[in-house]
């Protein structure tokens, strides 16, 4: 079975603090990693899929890698407006499902 | 991204009643997907809704339970059956996109007493 764990489960730092997200999952065969944010009362906004080992993927402040068993979400120079839940998915070979993991909850302060 | 839209977006329903929660997509697209988020945990599947043929469901998850539709290439419909205060979540829609990525909709947040 498909699983997906994140850590930490909350995460709080001053704006500019960088820091790291972490995803360790296990499949059957990956398709693709999923990162997403959520903010309370909305849902996931995709933010990136990454495929193989050794993959990155940049988006602003935000930089996602991928090892065989984990991924990090980088963020840099954080700002308020980077708090949200970040959701990370898997995708196994041969199926549309995405398993998740419980997400980070990010606050950073001002 | 395509656009998603559910409805309605909150609600609050009592014990052995039943909800029907809309999805409806801007494009046409293949698949159609229904999570539950319940408090606290993680998006669980609950069924793959393609237009034409019978959904496709989860394990630990039910038709009778669950009924969905899939008239079109647009839009869907997932209705939670008897329900109870278990049954109290987040349900969400979302679509398959160019790549393997999904993209979801806002979310009904259902409370039921």
């Known amino acids: 079975e498909d699983q997906v764990t994140q850590s930490p489960e909350a995460l709080r730092l001053q704006e500019g603090e960088s820091s790291s997200l972490n995803c360790s999952y296990t499949?059957?065969?990956?398709?693709?990693l999923f990162w997403y944010r959520q903010d309370p009362g909305k849902g996931p906004e995709f933010l990136f899929t990454?495929?193989?080992a050794g993959e990155e993927k940049e988006k602003e402040r935000l930089k996602a890698t991928l090892t065989k068993k984990e991924s990090f979400l980088h963020i840099t120079a954080p700002k308020p407006e980077d708090s949200a839940t970040y959701l990370c998915?898997?995708?196994?070979?041969?199926?549309?499902?995405?398993?998740f993991g419980t997400g980070t909850r990010l606050t950073i302060i001002p | 991204s395509a656009v998603i839209s559910q409805k309605p977006s909150r609600d609050i329903c009592q014990r052995g009643t039943s909800l029907t929660i809309q999805c409806q997509v801007d494009?046409?697209?293949?698949?159609m997907f229904w999570y539950r988020q319940q408090p606290g945990q993680s998006l669980t599947l609950i069924a793959t809704?393609?237009?034409?043929?019978?959904?496709?469901?989860e394990s630990g998850f039910v038709i009778d339970k669950f009924p969905i539709s899939r008239p079109n290439l647009t839009f869907s419909t997932l209705t939670v059956s008897n329900m109870s205060p278990e049954d109290s979540s987040i349900y969400l829609c979302?679509?398959?996109?160019?790549?393997?990525?999904?993209?979801f909709g806002p979310g009904t947040r259902l409370t039921v007493l």
């Open positions: 499949v059957s065969g990956l398709r693709g």
């Open positions: 979302s679509v398959d996109g160019l790549g393997n990525e999904q993209f």
């Open positions: 494009s046409q697209v293949t698949m």
């Open positions: 998915a898997v995708q196994a070979v041969g199926n549309e499902k995405l398993t």
């Open positions: 990454l495929y193989s």
């Open positions: 809704a393609n237009q034409g043929s019978e959904a496709t469901y």
